[in-house]
């Protein structure tokens, strides 16, 4: 009923040997007990050992105890795991009755993953999974991931606190500058008055010139978080050695963050332009 992916892994001592017996530990059945077993490195540790496809490698649970050969059949990118990029583990894979003979457990495993066919519900066949036998349990991968993901969660809702308490001061410190801008317009606003233009006019006026700045400001934002983004994943990924992207810019976060900015610009200068237009031009003018 389903299809059994089984990829096991484990952390082994790995050193580059020659000359050691192979024979102390059985042999998988697939396989003569002198002919090496492929395995697959993880291009960290393949670059790490400067190892490439073909070439054979000693290896042992214990690093004094090299004493099983393989030959490096695959050299492969893991999958990036936030959970696990700071322990900066090697990893290598064998096929299950290789790993099974080398540790010396047969029929043993920590644990596998299973993939089912396109339309089969996770729950209900980890539901199926543990009424079959004892001594295992089925849980579908999206609760495993929300389980380890608690770490995340909390450093995520931080994040938010600091965007909520960034935004804020933000509009306060935008309101401030439109209103110093548009104190110093007290004149040609006074002017305005003067010749006869309304108050309705020169308010659409200060508000097209604060829409025109926040746009612009806007634009520099989502350049500064774009560059800023690119240059936090090039620093990470190369400090990591690793393929996981630290920051994303989504269309959905410029979307927001642009509406956010033309939203705050045009409330602020809006506040503004009518503190000026209600002032009598004489008072604008300084003889009031």
Request: glycine share 6%.
């Amino acid at each position: 009923m389903w299809r059994w992916d089984l990829q096991i892994w484990t952390f082994i001592a790995l050193a580059l040997a020659t000359g050691l017996d192979s024979t102390a530990l059985p042999q998988p059945p697939s396989r003569r007990a002198d002919e090496p077993s492929p395995i697959a490195l993880e291009r960290r540790l393949a670059a790490a050992l400067g190892a490439q496809v073909g070439d054979t490698l000693d290896l042992g649970i214990e690093a004094g105890a090299l004493d099983r050969r393989v030959v490096v059949a695959a050299i492969y990118e893991p999958s990036a795991d936030p959970s696990t990029i700071t322990r900066r583990d090697y990893h290598l894979r064998f096929h299950l009755p290789d790993l099974a003979a080398l540790l010396g457990a047969p029929d043993r495993v920590d644990r596998f993953g299973v993939a089912l066919r396109p339309g089969v519900a996770p729950a209900a066949a980890a539901a199926e999974l543990n009424t079959v036998a004892f001594g295992f349990r089925a849980y579908p991968s999206a609760e495993i991931a929300r389980e380890s993901s608690q770490t995340f969660r909390v450093v995520s809702r931080f994040h938010d606190a600091i965007a909520v308490i960034s935004v804020v001061a933000s509009a306060i410190f935008l309101l401030c500058i439109m209103l110093l801008k548009v104190e110093e317009r007290r004149r040609d606003a006074a002017v305005m008055r003067f010749t006869g233009i309304s108050r309705l006019t020169i308010f659409l006026a200060l508000l097209l010139e604060a829409i025109l700045v926040a746009a612009v400001g806007s634009v520099l934002g989502v350049l500064l978080a774009a560059a800023a983004s690119a240059a936090t994943n090039l620093y990470y990924q190369r400090f990591f050695d690793t393929t996981l992207v630290f920051s994303v810019v989504t269309p959905a976060i410029i979307r927001f963050s642009v509406a956010l900015s033309l939203g705050l610009g045009l409330l602020a200068g809006a506040l503004a332009a009518w503190r000026l237009v209600r002032t009598s031009p004489q008072i604008l003018w300084g003889r009031g």
